[in-house]
C-alpha cells in the first residue's frame, strides 16, 4: 500500500516561527505608519460573488481569478450546452457563483458602497489580508500572498498622493536601512493614466487603449522589442508603433531613467529632473486634454514634496522619478500611477487612482487611491539583503529546567511572575534528563536557563545560566525580572 506524500500547491508556502517573527516585523512596520497617518484598519471575506470580481481590473485581471466550485452536485445546475461545446466562460458561470480575490481594492470598493452611510468620507481605510492570483509561479511571484494596502475615497485632492509617497519613503526608510545608517536604494515610478491616455491621442490610437496598457506593462519584463512584438499581435501598424515608442522610450527619457542612480542623491535636484522631463513631454505631446491634466497633476505633486525638501521635511531615502513606460495592468486606474523596485526584484509596492471603482456597484462619481505593499516580496529583498533586526524577544526568552514534582511546584509561581511582567518563559513540561532540557533550550535559541534544585529553594537564589555566553548568576526573582528588562 502507498502513502501519499504530502505537499503544498504550487505558489504557496508554509512560514516556521523564525519566519512569521519576520513577516509580522513587516507588517507591524507598515501598520505603525498607517496609523500614524489617520488610517483605520478594516477586513473583508477572502471569497466574494464573482460578480463582484469580473469586469472590475481587466481581462488580463479576470484570468488571474481563482474561481471556487458551487457546493453540492454543482454539475446538476451546469450549462449543458456550455460544457457540451467545452466552453469554459460559459460553464463557469453556471457552476461557480464565488471566487478568492485577487487583490483587496476591489472588495474594498464593495465594502464602501455597502456601508456608504457608517462611513466618514474621505475615509482612510488600511488591509492586510492574503490574496490569491492564477499565475505562474517564480521568483518574487506566488499565488497566495499577503498585501497590505492603504486607501483614500471620497477625495479628489492630489494631497493624497503626497501622503502616499511619504508612506512609502517613511516605510522602506524603517525596513531597508541597517544597523550602520545604510540604505538599499529604491525607486518610487510615477506615471499618470491621462498622459498615456495623451500619448495614444496624439497617434491617433485612442480606441487601443487598453491593449497599449497591456503591452506597456510588460515593458520591465519583455524590454522595448517585447512590447514592439506584443503590439504587433494587437494589430498595430508598424508607422503607428514607431511613433509611439518614440514618445515613451526617447533618447532622454531613456538616459534619465536609466541612470537615475547615477544622479546626484539630494531629493530637490531628482524631483526637479522629473518635473523637467515632464516638461519636454508636454511639448512633444502638443495640447491633448487628457496628457495636459496629467501632466499638470505630476507636476503638482512633485511641487508639494519639493516643498517639503525645502523645510528639511521632505522624502527621507526615496529617489522618486517620472517613468513614461509605467503603465500598471490594472484597470481601473484612471490617474497617477505608483510603482517602486529594487534592483533585481519585482514590484514591492504600487498603486494609483481610480475615480470610479465604486460605480459597478452603484454610487458614481466617488474618487479613490491607494497603494499596496507586497509583504511577500519585501520580505525576500529584507532575507536577501541581511536587512531584518535579531528577533530575541519574540520566543521563549527563560526556561526553567524540571527536576522533579517539588522543583515544578517552586517554579510554577516564579514561571507566572516572569509572565505577568511581560517576560516570554516556559518550563520544561517533564522531569527529563538535564542534558535533553539543555539541548531542547539551544534549539529553541533561548536565551536563559533557570535551575532551581533544593539548594536554590533553601536560599531564595535561583541560578541562571545565559546561554549564550555560558555565565551562571544567581539572582532573586525579582533581581531577574529587573535583569531581564534591561
Given at each position: 500500500?502507498?502513502?501519499?506524500?504530502?505537499?503544498?500547491?504550487?505558489?504557496?508556502?508554509?512560514?516556521?516561527?523564525?519566519?512569521?517573527?519576520?513577516?509580522?516585523?513587516?507588517?507591524?512596520?507598515?501598520?505603525?505608519?498607517?496609523?500614524?497617518?489617520?488610517?483605520?484598519?478594516?477586513?473583508?471575506?477572502?471569497?466574494?460573488?464573482?460578480?463582484?470580481?469580473?469586469?472590475?481590473?481587466?481581462?488580463?485581471?479576470?484570468?488571474?481569478?481563482?474561481?471556487?466550485?458551487?457546493?453540492?452536485?454543482?454539475?446538476?445546475?451546469?450549462?449543458?450546452?456550455?460544457?457540451?461545446?467545452?466552453?469554459?466562460?460559459?460553464?463557469?458561470?453556471?457552476?461557480?457563483?464565488?471566487?478568492?480575490?485577487?487583490?483587496?481594492?476591489?472588495?474594498?470598493?464593495?465594502?464602501?458602497?455597502?456601508?456608504?452611510?457608517?462611513?466618514?468620507f474621505p475615509f482612510r481605510r488600511f488591509q492586510i489580508q492574503p490574496v490569491w492570483r492564477a499565475d505562474r509561479p517564480q521568483k518574487g511571484r506566488y499565488r497566495e500572498f499577503y498585501q497590505c494596502d492603504a486607501d483614500i475615497i471620497g477625495s479628489d485632492s492630489l494631497l493624497n498622493e503626497v501622503d502616499l509617497i511619504k508612506i512609502i519613503d517613511d516605510v522602506f526608510t524603517k525596513l531597508f536601512t541597517d544597523e550602520k545608517g545604510n540604505t538599499l536604494p529604491y525607486t518610487i515610478s510615477i506615471n499618470n493614466r491621462k498622459i498615456l491616455q495623451g500619448i495614444t491621442e496624439s497617434v491617433g490610437l485612442q480606441d487601443k487603449f487598453e491593449q497599449i496598457v497591456v503591452a506597456i506593462d510588460k515593458f520591465d519584463k519583455v524590454g522595448e522589442k517585447g512590447v514592439y512584438d506584443e503590439l504587433v499581435r494587437q494589430g498595430l501598424k508598424e508607422n503607428q508603433i514607431e511613433s509611439l515608442l518614440n514618445l515613451l522610450f526617447s533618447r532622454k527619457l531613456s538616459n534619465y531613467i536609466n541612470n537615475i542612480d547615477n544622479f546626484p542623491k539630494d531629493g530637490i535636484m531628482n524631483l526637479s529632473l522629473a518635473d523637467g522631463i515632464l516638461n519636454e513631454l508636454k511639448d512633444k505631446i502638443g495640447g491633448k486634454l487628457n496628457a495636459d491634466e496629467g501632466i499638470g497633476e505630476l507636476k503638482l505633486i512633485l511641487k508639494k514634496l519639493i516643498n517639503l525638501e525645502e523645510f528639511k521635511l521632505g522624502l527621507k531615502t526615496a529617489n522618486v522619478i517620472f517613468d513614461p513606460t509605467l503603465a500598471r495592468g490594472l484597470g481601473y486606474y484612471t490617474g497617477t500611477i505608483i510603482e517602486v523596485k529594487v534592483d533585481n526584484f519585482p514590484s514591492i509596492c504600487g498603486g494609483g487612482r481610480y475615480d470610479d471603482l465604486t460605480g459597478k456597484f452603484g454610487l458614481k462619481d466617488?474618487?479613490?487611491?491607494?497603494?499596496?505593499?507586497?509583504?511577500?516580496?519585501?520580505?525576500?529583498?529584507?532575507?536577501?539583503?541581511?536587512?531584518?533586526?535579531?528577533?530575541?524577544?519574540?520566543?521563549?526568552?527563560?526556561?526553567?529546567?524540571?527536576?522533579?514534582?517539588?522543583?515544578?511546584?517552586?517554579?510554577?509561581?516564579l514561571l507566572f511572575q516572569l509572565r505577568d511582567k511581560d517576560i516570554n518563559a516556559e518550563i520544561y513540561p517533564e522531569a527529563a534528563k538535564l542534558k535533553k532540557q539543555m539541548t531542547f533550550a539551544n534549539n529553541k535559541n533561548i536565551n536563559y536557563v533557570v535551575l532551581v534544585g533544593s539548594d536554590e529553594m533553601a536560599s531564595g537564589k535561583l541560578t541562571v545560566k545565559n546561554m549564550k555566553t555560558g555565565e551562571q548568576h544567581a539572582f532573586t526573582i525579582v533581581e531577574l525580572i529587573q535583569e531581564l528588562k534591561k
Amino acid at each position: 500500500m502507498s502513502s501519499n506524500k504530502p505537499s503544498l500547491p504550487k505558489g504557496t508556502r508554509d512560514f516556521s516561527p523564525i519566519e512569521m517573527a519576520r513577516r509580522n516585523y513587516i507588517f507591524d512596520t507598515i501598520k505603525k505608519v498607517y496609523k500614524k497617518y489617520g488610517f483605520q484598519q478594516i477586513e473583508t471575506p477572502a471569497m466574494e460573488n464573482l460578480s463582484t470580481l469580473v469586469g472590475t481590473g481587466g481581462d488580463e485581471s479576470d484570468k488571474l481569478i481563482f474561481k471556487i466550485l458551487n457546493s453540492g452536485d454543482y454539475l446538476a445546475k451546469a450549462d449543458e450546452k456550455a460544457l457540451k461545446e467545452k466552453n469554459a466562460n460559459g460553464l463557469t458561470k453556471s457552476i461557480a457563483e464565488k471566487a478568492l480575490h485577487y487583490d483587496l481594492t476591489v472588495p474594498f470598493a464593495r465594502y464602501v458602497v455597502q456601508n456608504q452611510n457608517e462611513i466618514t468620507f474621505p475615509f482612510r481605510r488600511f488591509q492586510i489580508q492574503p490574496v490569491w492570483r492564477a499565475d505562474r509561479p517564480q521568483k518574487g511571484r506566488y499565488r497566495e500572498f499577503y498585501q497590505c494596502d492603504a486607501d483614500i475615497i471620497g477625495s479628489d485632492s492630489l494631497l493624497n498622493e503626497v501622503d502616499l509617497i511619504k508612506i512609502i519613503d517613511d516605510v522602506f526608510t524603517k525596513l531597508f536601512t541597517d544597523e550602520k545608517g545604510n540604505t538599499l536604494p529604491y525607486t518610487i515610478s510615477i506615471n499618470n493614466r491621462k498622459i498615456l491616455q495623451g500619448i495614444t491621442e496624439s497617434v491617433g490610437l485612442q480606441d487601443k487603449f487598453e491593449q497599449i496598457v497591456v503591452a506597456i506593462d510588460k515593458f520591465d519584463k519583455v524590454g522595448e522589442k517585447g512590447v514592439y512584438d506584443e503590439l504587433v499581435r494587437q494589430g498595430l501598424k508598424e508607422n503607428q508603433i514607431e511613433s509611439l515608442l518614440n514618445l515613451l522610450f526617447s533618447r532622454k527619457l531613456s538616459n534619465y531613467i536609466n541612470n537615475i542612480d547615477n544622479f546626484p542623491k539630494d531629493g530637490i535636484m531628482n524631483l526637479s529632473l522629473a518635473d523637467g522631463i515632464l516638461n519636454e513631454l508636454k511639448d512633444k505631446i502638443g495640447g491633448k486634454l487628457n496628457a495636459d491634466e496629467g501632466i499638470g497633476e505630476l507636476k503638482l505633486i512633485l511641487k508639494k514634496l519639493i516643498n517639503l525638501e525645502e523645510f528639511k521635511l521632505g522624502l527621507k531615502t526615496a529617489n522618486v522619478i517620472f517613468d513614461p513606460t509605467l503603465a500598471r495592468g490594472l484597470g481601473y486606474y484612471t490617474g497617477t500611477i505608483i510603482e517602486v523596485k529594487v534592483d533585481n526584484f519585482p514590484s514591492i509596492c504600487g498603486g494609483g487612482r481610480y475615480d470610479d471603482l465604486t460605480g459597478k456597484f452603484g454610487l458614481k462619481d466617488v474618487s479613490g487611491v491607494g497603494i499596496s505593499f507586497g509583504a511577500d516580496r519585501i520580505y525576500d529583498v529584507l532575507l536577501d539583503n541581511n536587512l531584518y533586526p535579531k528577533f530575541e524577544g519574540d520566543s521563549t526568552q527563560v526556561l526553567f529546567v524540571n527536576f522533579g514534582e517539588k522543583e515544578q511546584d517552586y517554579c510554577l509561581p516564579l514561571l507566572f511572575q516572569l509572565r505577568d511582567k511581560d517576560i516570554n518563559a516556559e518550563i520544561y513540561p517533564e522531569a527529563a534528563k538535564l542534558k535533553k532540557q539543555m539541548t531542547f533550550a539551544n534549539n529553541k535559541n533561548i536565551n536563559y536557563v533557570v535551575l532551581v534544585g533544593s539548594d536554590e529553594m533553601a536560599s531564595g537564589k535561583l541560578t541562571v545560566k545565559n546561554m549564550k555566553t555560558g555565565e551562571q548568576h544567581a539572582f532573586t526573582i525579582v533581581e531577574l525580572i529587573q535583569e531581564l528588562k534591561k
